[in-house]
T-cell receptor, first 116, second 116 residues
Framework: DTEVTQTPKHLVMGMTNKKSLKCEQH?????MYWYKQKAKKPPELMFV???????INESVPSRFSPECPNSSLLNLHLHALQPEDSALYLC???????????????FGQGTRLTVV | KQEVTQIPAALSVPEGENLVLNCSFT??????LQWFRQDPGKGLTSLLL???SQREQTSGRLNASLDKSSGRSTLYIAASQPGDSATYLC???????????????WGLGTSLAVNP
């Protein structure tokens, strides 16, 4: 099983709303990632968690707040987003976190976020 | 600075053809290279990962090769089918000593259409 599950699949939110994206994997992977992808562009790394600790924050605005409650779950809390934050948000996991080990990344199907 | 280029940007072929997708990278000091498939509006599916010490990997009708010295990888798809239609992305992770290996460096993808 190489499945990463993301919910919801689609989300429309206003600029004053608070919402959360969820990601789950049961592969025993110890690294989990959030990516943002705009149309016709490759994914952009946002955050990396290694062993449930935040190891990389790619200078993401504070209106995006990640959380890793346990080794299988990853959340992304959203607050006061802007319309330009509309994108496909992808979660991924790998057995190990960079710089070494098995870093083969497995992605979920994404959450299509629209900010109005 | 590592840069990844994928050629062609788009490809349209009749069903049954064997085809080759190309990925080139500017710095040969890589840790691994991963090929992904992405259907429109969906997440990424990992196809093949090649470690820096490997020359090729195979999965079903797919074969990926790696030539680090020339900075190239190719994805070979045998007997293409309409279901292979998708965008194919190549991503490189730099070696530990090369620096900035904490994130994947992506090409812009090849959009493949296989016509019945």
């Amino acid at each position: 099983d190489t499945e990463v599950t993301q919910t919801p699949k689609h989300l429309v939110m206003g600029m004053t709303n608070k919402k959360s994206l969820k990601c789950e994997q049961h592969m025993g992977h110890r690294a989990m990632y959030w990516y943002k992808q705009k149309a016709k562009k490759p994914p952009e790394l946002m955050f990396v968690y290694s062993y449930e600790k935040l190891s990389i924050n790619e200078s993401v605005p504070s209106r995006f707040s990640p959380e890793c409650p346990n080794s299988s779950l990853l959340n992304l809390h959203l607050h006061a987003l802007q319309p330009e934050d509309s994108a496909l948000y992808l979660c991924a996991s790998s057995q190990a976190a960079p710089p070494s080990g098995n870093t083969e990344a497995f992605f979920g199907q994404g959450t299509r976020l629209t900010v109005v | 600075k590592q840069e990844v280029t994928q050629i062609p940007a788009a490809l349209s072929v009749p069903e049954g053809e064997n085809l080759v997708l190309n990925c080139s990278f500017t710095d040969s000091a890589i840790y691994n290279l991963q090929w992904f498939r992405q259907d429109p509006g969906k997440g990424l599916t990992s196809l093949l990962l090649i470690q820096s010490s490997q020359r090729e990997q195979t999965s079903g009708r797919l074969n990926a090769s790696l030539d680090k010295s020339s900075g190239r990888s190719t994805l070979y798809i045998a007997a293409s089918q309409p279901g292979d239609s998708a965008t194919y992305l190549c991503a490189v992770r730099n070696s530990i000593n090369a620096g900035n290996n904490r994130k994947l460096i992506w090409g812009l993808g090849t959009s493949l259409a296989v016509n019945p």
